[in-house]
């Protein structure tokens, strides 16, 4: 599967991200790490899961409206379900452990200079370059 630098898009999607961040943070006081929204949208229900389901639909809908406006979404999953399903349940534990995911320490604390989010985004670069290597170099993978 060959990979395809889309530069403009990169951009737009960065501010979209940024912007919201930016967003929820003056207006709501909240970090936009979308492990802990989402996590909030399991019972037992916190109060505020209100704006919960409103940024998750938004991180929906955007994409469908690119779709909608005539852009390509083009998606390969070039591994087996039981990979997906396996990968899923590594990064789900990785962000437990971690005490949040890319978004909330990546975007949101190496923004206010979080010591504990720069380390945690350093460790999960590292994990991300070590995998990649393994699958594609060690293993033989995509």
């Known amino acids: 599967m060959e990979t395809v630098f889309t ?12 912007l919201s961040a930016v ?14 929204i989402l996590a909030g949208l399991v019972p037992p229900f916190p109060k505020d899961w209100g704006w919960r389901a409103a940024f998750t639909f938004g991180a929906l809908a955007a994409p469908a409206a690119y779709a909608a406006l005539g ?22 534990a990785g962000a437990y452990v971690g005490s949040g995911c890319t978004s909330g320490h990546g975007v949101c604390g190496m923004a206010r200079l979080s010591p504990r989010s720069i380390v945690a985004t350093c460790v999960f670069m590292a994990a991300t ?5 393994v699958v594609r170099h060690v293993i033989g993978g995509v």
Do not use: D, K, Q, Y
């Open 71 to 92: 852009g390509r979404l083009e998606f390969g999953v070039p591994v087996s379900t039981a990979a997906m399903i396996g990968g899923g349940l590594i990064v789900g």
């Open 129 to 133: 370059f070590v995998t990649v290597f």
């Open 23 to 36: 967003m929820l943070m003056a207006l709501n006081g909240r970090i936009a790490g979308m492990t802990g």
């Open 7 to 18: 530069p403009w898009e990169a951009l737009i999607g960065g501010v979209l991200i940024g």
